[in-house]
């Protein structure tokens, strides 16, 4: 596919309007003297002949020593690479950043305005690049720089659901994989382009395959072996395969990281078992790994999903996870790799919340030092909105990593409009009371080697990479966002904007409403915003829709009745609440002070239950799931404003969709509202349900 043939998103370069910026973009960058001593810096270099081609209308000369003749320059290097750094920052300071850190500054050197990037490594040089291309595209001034960045969270990664060979992506709304197991070790020109978004947004990791090693059959594991599958990209000779793809990330400072199947050694390998305590396991282990990084020296790691949703584990042997972590840990350790180890277990309990936190909470501690446990931000499966998960707080022993969905899975897939960063922003601010009032999230995963964030991805090979243009801006943002968490939603759309759709304030105003907008109404048309979720349909498909609604198959997640609605995860129901630290316990046990936001995920209700405003229970669905759909109506309005402001090919595309996610949020409402009068026999106030025939 050639390299113009899908869009560049947030990486546009358009040339600069605005004559006074142009001109002191260009006698600051027109010159550039940057280092050539890694391959990163090629990156660099290339970036930068793109970048400000493109922005200031002429490619920029490049030396490799500072250009006497310029008026201005920038110089790109390591602290101690180059006089025009070396002599105009703290060189300490700068070797003593976080690996990733960089810092940007408006110096004058030997009486010449110099624009300098150092950085402690070569990866934070090519953060500081793309920062200082975002400035320019956002239309900001870079006459008087003083910029020191550090990355909140050592681990930046995304989770590919990709399934190789087969190409399909699951929970991929995007078009097929864009990774070609086929044809690798053979590369695409869209792998670079892949690099160069996950890299200009600072993440430092990709897991190219799903989690889903082998995909179970809805009659049971096992019936996969045949078909070739996840697992076996373990296999010898897909290693050079890997080591393609890994190529080209490194180039762009990301580590490549697998999903494995945790019988391996059965599957891989020719062992009659996988018990992590037997020997042979363990042997065979450490030669697959050590085999693994003779061919990708650099490898990140695996991801491991066990003894969920038909993957197999420790269980199997009656073993616990900790034991089953630590085998493929003790492997890695020697290399420096690390094993992402997923909390999502569920089944053998009758409230699937409290699962995670009854099987991982009592093994803190036992873990690996290389072992970080990978934990869905909610307790049930990236609902539009969920409690925290209990287990942030509850394992201070262990590494943990926060799992958050880019993809739409759940909020419209690639149809509707939703802007995932609010949802993302309120978990990380969410505080745990780990050590007391004021442990937020954020502050439980930042600085610590082992910790990060981990996001399910949103690409496929679609020309447009997300099936749908705004959900562009949930990968940038997810990057930005993990990257600085105290950068609020409407910061980072609004940059999302400005690189993607150009600088025109009416632009930026409304698609910046459309976006903050979007994830409120996608929760109250989908769930009714009082504690509600999983009401989708699941029906027989290999891969379940989750698009279109379906209440009727979940009662043990909404806990319709005739008397009332909700479930009680309180003292007197699965005591989910307990699991939560104080003040948090108390809060949600008692319906007068559980947030509102959440009162049916804790409570079961009487259908006319009076909330704090005397409005009932059922009357506040019916209102919400009404104000759902009038929501969309008012962004699918104010999209339309945009016609002849936006292109035509992207205004289109996204207009077609607000008509279908009109229509299917109308669905939505419709279903459930029906379904609730069904059930509580209570009519709306207003006489919108029971609905007309
Ligand atoms: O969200 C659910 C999805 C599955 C997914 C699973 C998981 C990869 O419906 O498609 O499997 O969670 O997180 O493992």
């Given at each position: 596919m050639p390299i113009d043939s899908y869009d560049s998103c947030w990486l546009r370069y358009e040339p600069v309007d605005d004559e006074e910026l142009l001109s002191s973009y260009r006698d600051r960058c027109e010159h550039v003297y940057a280092s050539d001593s890694a391959p990163e810096l090629g990156v660099v270099r290339e970036e930068l002949n793109r970048g400000l081609e493109g922005l200031l209308g002429r490619a920029p000369h490049l030396w490799n020593h500072p250009p006497r003749s310029a008026d201005g320059f920038l110089a790109i290097g390591l602290p101690d690479e180059m006089r025009p750094i070396s002599e105009t920052v703290d060189t300490d300071a700068v070797r003593s950043l976080d690996e990733?850190?960089?810092?940007?500054?408006?110096?004058?050197?030997?009486?010449?305005?110099?624009?300098?990037?150092?950085?402690?490594?070569?990866?934070?040089?090519?953060?500081?690049?793309?920062?200082?291309?975002?400035?320019?595209?956002?239309?900001?001034?870079?006459?008087?720089?003083?910029?020191?960045?550090?990355?909140?969270?050592?681990?930046?990664?995304?989770?590919?659901?990709?399934?190789?060979?087969?190409?399909?992506?699951?929970?991929?709304?995007?078009?097929?994989?864009?990774?070609?197991?086929?044809?690798?070790?053979?590369?695409?020109?869209?792998?670079?382009?892949?690099?160069?978004?996950?890299?200009?947004?600072?993440?430092?990791?990709?897991?190219?395959?799903?989690?889903?090693?082998?995909?179970?059959?809805?009659?049971?594991?096992?019936?996969?072996?045949?078909?070739?599958?996840?697992?076996?990209?373990?296999?010898?000779?897909?290693?050079?395969?890997?080591?393609?793809?890994?190529?080209?990330?490194?180039?762009?400072?990301?580590?490549?990281?697998?999903?494995?199947?945790?019988?391996?050694?059965?599957?891989?390998?020719?062992?009659?078992?996988?018990?992590?305590?037997?020997?042979?396991?363990?042997?065979?282990?450490?030669?697959?790994?050590?085999?693994?990084?003779?061919?990708?020296?650099?490898?990140?790691?695996?991801?491991?999903?066990?003894?969920?949703?038909?993957?197999?584990?420790?269980?199997?042997?009656?073993?616990?996870?900790?034991?089953?972590?630590?085998?493929?840990?003790?492997?890695?350790?020697?290399?420096?790799?690390?094993?992402?180890?997923?909390?999502?277990?569920?089944?053998?309990?009758?409230?699937?919340?409290?699962?995670?936190?009854?099987?991982?909470?009592?093994?803190?501690?036992?873990?690996?030092?290389?072992?970080?446990?990978q934990i869905k931000n909610g307790p049930i499966d990236f609902q539009p909105r969920e409690p925290i998960s209990t287990l942030f707080g509850a394992m201070p022993e262990t590494d943990l990593g926060c799992e958050l969905q880019i993809t739409q899975e759940y909020t419209g897939q690639n149809v509707h409009a939703c802007y995932h960063v609010p949802q993302w922003k309120e978990v990380l601010e969410f505080d745990t009371y780990a050590d007391g009032e004021g442990t937020p999230v954020k502050d439980l995963l930042a600085d610590r080697e082992g910790q990060g964030i981990a996001g399910v991805g949103v690409v496929g090979d679609d020309p447009n990479w997300t099936g749908h243009y705004l959900a562009q801006a949930n990968l940038y943002g997810y990057g930005r966002l993990i990257w600085d968490p105290d950068l609020t939603s409407e910061e980072i759309s609004e940059e999302w904007i400005r690189q993607t759709f150009g600088g025109d304030s009416t632009v930026v105003e409304t698609v910046n409403e459309i976006l903050m907008n979007s994830w409120d109404a996608s929760i109250d048309y989908h769930t009714g915003s009082i504690g509600l979720m999983h009401m989708m349909y699941n029906g027989s498909a290999a891969l379940e829709n989750h698009y279109d609604p379906s209440p009727e198959e979940w009662p043990e997640y909404h806990g319709a009745s005739e008397d009332g609605i909700g479930l009680d995860r309180t003292s007197s129901g699965s005591d989910y609440t307990g699991q939560y630290r104080e003040p948090l316990a108390s809060r949600y046990e008692d319906p007068e002070t559980c947030p509102e936001e959440l009162l049916l995920f804790?409570?079961?209700?009487?259908?006319?239950?009076?909330?704090?405003?005397?409005?009932?229970?059922?009357?506040?669905?019916?209102?919400?799931?009404?104000?759902?759909?009038?929501?969309?109506?008012?962004?699918?309005?104010?999209?339309?404003?945009?016609?002849?402001?936006?292109?035509?090919?992207?205004?289109?595309?996204?207009?077609?969709?607000?008509?279908?996610?009109?229509?299917?949020?109308?669905?939505?409402?419709?279903?459930?509202?029906?379904?609730?009068?069904?059930?509580?026999?209570?009519?709306?106030e207003d006489g919108r349900v029971p609905l007309e025939a």
């Open positions: 990733d850190g960089y810092r940007i500054r408006s110096v004058t050197w030997e009486g010449v305005d110099c624009t300098v990037i150092t950085a402690p490594t070569d990866s934070g040089l090519v953060y500081g690049t793309f920062h200082l291309l975002r400035l320019m595209s956002t239309g900001q001034p870079i006459d008087d720089l003083d910029i020191v960045e550090e990355p909140a969270n050592a681990n930046r990664l995304i989770n590919h659901w990709d399934n190789p060979f087969r190409g399909k992506v699951e929970r991929g709304y995007a078009g097929p994989s864009i990774f070609d197991w086929e044809r690798l070790p053979d590369l695409r020109q869209r792998y670079f382009d892949y690099a160069r978004l996950l890299a200009s947004v600072g993440i430092n990791g990709v897991v190219v395959n799903n989690v889903n090693t082998k995909i179970p059959s809805r009659e049971g594991a096992n019936e996969a072996v045949s078909r070739r599958a996840g697992w076996q990209l373990l296999e010898s000779d897909n290693l050079e395969k890997v080591e393609a793809l890994a190529s080209v990330f490194r180039r762009y400072g990301i580590k490549t990281y697998l999903s494995v199947n945790f019988a391996s050694p059965m599957l891989v390998g020719d062992l009659e078992t996988a018990d992590p305590l037997d020997a042979d396991v363990e042997a065979w282990w450490e030669r697959k790994v050590d085999e693994v990084y003779e061919t990708v020296p650099d490898f990140g790691g695996f991801v491991v999903k066990a003894d969920s949703e038909g993957q197999t584990g420790p269980y199997d042997y009656d073993r616990d996870h900790a034991e089953g972590a630590n085998v493929i840990a003790r492997a890695l350790e020697p290399h420096g790799g690390r094993v992402w180890w997923r909390a999502f277990v569920y089944g053998s309990h009758e409230d699937r919340a409290v699962q995670a936190y009854n099987t991982f909470e009592p093994l803190d501690g036992e873990f690996h030092d290389n072992v970080t446990v804790f409570h079961h209700l009487p259908w006319e239950h009076e909330l704090a405003d005397g409005t009932t229970v059922v009357q506040r669905l019916y209102d919400n799931f009404f104000a759902g759909v009038e929501a969309v109506k008012e962004l699918r309005a104010q999209w339309h404003t945009l016609e002849g402001e936006i292109d035509d090919r992207r205004y289109r595309h996204v207009a077609d969709r607000f008509d279908e996610h009109v229509l299917q949020a109308e669905r939505w409402r419709d279903t459930i509202v029906s379904f609730f009068y069904d059930y509580s026999g209570v009519p709306d």
